[in-house]
């Protein structure tokens, strides 16, 4: 029954996707896709609302693009959503950072467009981050590693840097965040900047929880593994929960992969009392990984 549920869903994300391929392959400055994850067809999870992240490199001019060029991508970007109905919508964000538009409507596809230059990629804050991405094969175009290479994580990264675990803490504490966006400069170019993010609603501060758990969680088992290929995903909470086997907290990262899968296939009614005791026990389980990663000694 519920392949039966997620089939129409699969269908629609797989040809939002490759809709999506046709129409960038066709423009010369792009010079890389990347699909961060499984692909619809070839074994994603399915929920009802359906979140890719795409990593397009684009060149420009000097780490800034035309606003031909920008427009040009909104613009098929606008054209897939050709693809929604009745029961699914088809959204999409031109930013790198929390962006989740909602819809009134059963399901959802959502297009997450991490767009940059060469040069801004190389720029990115979000270390942390693309030392994920680089392991991802490219879906056409350079893979992100030729790029940005980025050997793997240390302590300082993991504790300092953005996304590490004391910037994940201050995130969740204060319920804000930061994208970065596009924005036309005094130049008639476009250039991308970082913007900051408050978030209020209730389902958005509970992504955010359960975003700041799972990012700690793999980031931390990255520094203390030395394997860098391990993603957000459930095989990552069950590693977590062997390595962890001792502690309160061992098994908290798998519980919050699954109230993730709850919350997208929108099987959560939120209150605000749920909201705020998820925000105490991530904080809690956040300075649990400041004091394991504090304490390490790699050898």
């Known amino acids: 029954m519920k392949d039966q549920k997620e089939k129409p869903i699969r269908e629609k994300s797989t040809k939002v996707l490759d809709s999506l391929l046709h129409k960038l392959g066709e423009l010369p400055y792009i010079q890389s896709v990347t699909l961060i994850g499984k692909r619809p067809d070839q074994g ?20 800034q693009l035309t606003i ?65 991405w680089q392991y991802e094969a490219p879906l056409f175009g350079r893979s992100l590693h030729e790029f940005k290479r980025i050997p793997g994580v240390n302590q300082t990264m993991l504790i300092d840097h953005p996304l590490g675990i004391t910037s994940l803490q201050e995130m969740v504490r204060t319920n804000s965040s930061a994208f970065l966006g596009w924005e ?57 929960e062997q390595a962890f086997s001792d502690s309160k907290y061992s098994s908290y990262p798998l519980e919050s992969w699954q109230v993730k899968r709850d919350l997208r ?33 790699k050898s």
């Open 184 to 240: 036309q400069n005094e130049k008639g170019l476009m250039e991308i900047k970082l913007f900051p993010l408050q978030i209020k609603d209730l389902e958005e501060k509970l992504e955010l929880y359960l975003y700041a758990t799972l990012r700690g969680a793999s980031n931390t088992l990255r520094y203390l593994t030395n394997d860098n290929t391990t993603g957000i995903d459930q095989s990552m909470t069950q590693k977590f």
């Open 44 to 63: 994603r999870g399915i929920e009802r609302v359906n979140d890719m992240d795409i990593v397009v490199i684009a060149n420009g001019i000097e780490g």
């Open 265 to 297: 296939s929108r099987r959560l009614v939120l209150g605000q009392t749920y909201v705020t005791n998820r925000q105490i026990q991530t904080l809690g389980f956040l300075k649990f990984l400041e004091e394991v990663v504090r304490s390490h000694k």
């Open 68 to 132: 031909v060029q920008y427009e040009t991508l909104q613009k098929i970007l606008e054209n897939i959503k050709n693809y929604q109905n009745g029961e699914t919508d088809v959204l999409y964000a031109i930013a790198d950072g929390p962006m989740k538009p909602k819809t009134e409507l059963p399901n959802e596809v959502f297009i997450h467009f991490l767009l940059h230059t060469p040069e801004t990629y190389r720029a990115s804050p979000l270390t942390l981050v693309q030392n994920s």
